[in-house]
Every structure is written in C-alpha cells, then in structure tokens.
C-alpha cells in the first residue's frame, strides 16, 4: 500500500507540474521580443514549469528590457533567466552572467556550454569582491540571490556601489527575493534563505539609487516567512519581493 501510495504522489506531483506549465499564459500586453523570449522553443520543459509561479513575462516587461541592451545577471546557473535574457536583447545585445566559484562543482561546465552556445552570452565565474563590472550597462539583474550575498563573504556595500558605477544614467537594478519576517534583516539569509526586504531597500538606495516599484506580483500572504524556501509545499511558492531601483538620469 505504501508503494501505491508514493507512486500516486508522485503521478500527482507530475500532473500538478504539467498543470502549472499549462495554467501560464503570456499577457497580451506583453512587448513582442519578450514574448518572443518567454514562448521560445529553445526553452527547456523544466523551466517552463515553474513559469506560473515566477511569471516571467511580467517581470521582464516590470525590468523594460528592450533589444540591443547590455545586461548583467547575477546568479545565472541553471539559465532560467538567461535563456529568456539572450532572446530579449537580441544579437546586438549582451548577457554578462556572473556566478561565484563555488558554483563550478555543480552548474560550471553546463555555464560555459551555454555561454559556447549564445554569441551574447558571456559567463564569469569570480569573486564579487574582486569583479570589475562593464560600463554604460542598461540593466542588473539579481533574482533570489541577494539573501547568499553577505553569507559568501560578499560585501553588499561595495557591490551595490560597482553596479551604480556600471550602469548608465536611468538603468535599473532589479532585484527578486524571498522574504523574510518584516525587520530581520540578514537573521534568515544563511539558515532559511529569506531576506528582510526593507535591508535590501535600505542598503541600495545607500548606493544611490532610487526604489522605483515595490510590485506585489510574485506576493503570497499565505506564505509562512519563517520557513525555509526549499521546505515541501513552500518551495516556488514563497513570498516574494520584487523590487525595481534605478540610477538617476
């Protein structure tokens, strides 16, 4: 019986997976080259199954991306983001994914494929500390990983400060994370994966920037901020601040 009943679980598991690929439809309003991104065949199943809990083509609408930007994405393993990102901006644009070392054991070799793969793909494995960003970029993008910053050695201050240098005048900084308890700050980063969201609103605009949406697309009320992000039932249905910054013109 208990056999039966872990191979109905699973049959569950996959029929709720196919159901979220099935349930996300593209908004209408949607611009064409992330349409195009987001709809692209090149995408692999698997991310498109998380795409009703992540919304992709919201976000990067929210980001305003447009073809020929030059973009810098922080944690990119795994390429969720960057397939679509490589699609957006086009071949006259650039992706520069920047990963930290202890990355390479489990996403190194399949990064270099995909930077191999893409002619605007550029795949850095480096310390944040020590990495010199590009100039005149016209977004950032770091998406659920703000919270490993300070728990890998990384200090925010600097970075922060290096990105507002690399950025034009009027790029934005888009940052997606999960939330914390309201004023716990980086308590939860290294234990449960959460980040107090009024940290990272405090520690950005410290660099310059300006908080210009603080968007409830990716909220869930329900959620239990005291849990961590991988527990059962929690894991891709977190509470989630997305918040976009941006450098004065």
């Known amino acids: 019986m208990r056999c039966r009943s872990t191979l109905a679980a699973l049959a569950a ?3 709720w997976g196919s159901a979220l690929a099935q349930d996300y439809v593209v908004p209408a309003n949607t611009p064409e080259h992330i349409r195009r991104a987001v709809e692209s065949p090149k995408r692999p199943a698997e991310h498109r199954e998380r795409d009703a809990a992540r919304k992709p083509a919201e976000v990067l609408t929210l980001s305003g991306i447009e073809p020929g930007d030059h973009i810098i994405e922080f944690a990119s393993f ?3 983001y960057s397939t679509m990102l490589v699609e957006a901006v086009g071949p006259q644009g650039r992706v520069d994914m920047y990963d930290l070392p202890y990355t390479e054991r489990f996403a190194g070799e399949a990064s270099r494929a995909f930077d191999a793969e893409h002619d605007n793909a550029f795949y850095h494995q ?5 990495v010199e960003f590009p100039q005149n970029v016209d977004a950032v993008f770091n998406v659920l990983y703000y919270h490993d910053l300070k728990p890998n050695g990384i200090d925010t201050a600097k970075l922060n400060a290096k990105l507002f240098d690399a950025l034009k005048p009027g790029g934005v900084y888009l940052i997606i994370d999960h939330k914390a308890e309201d004023g716990s700050g980086w308590r939860d980063a290294s234990t449960i994966h959460r980040m107090g969201v009024e940290t990272i609103i405090e520690e ?3 660099a310059g920037f300006v908080l210009e949406v603080d968007s409830d697309l990716l909220a869930n009320p329900d959620d239990d901020r005291t849990k961590m992000v991988f527990t059962p039932g929690t894991r891709g249905a977190t509470d989630r601040a997305v918040l976009l910054f941006r450098k004065p013109r």
């Not at 480096?126 to 020590?130: A, E, G, L, P, V």
């Open 13 to 15: 598991l996959a029929c």
């Open 204 to 206: 950005v605009t410290a």
């Open 78 to 80: 795994g390429q969720y």
């Open 126 to 130: 480096q310390d944040y500390n020590d």
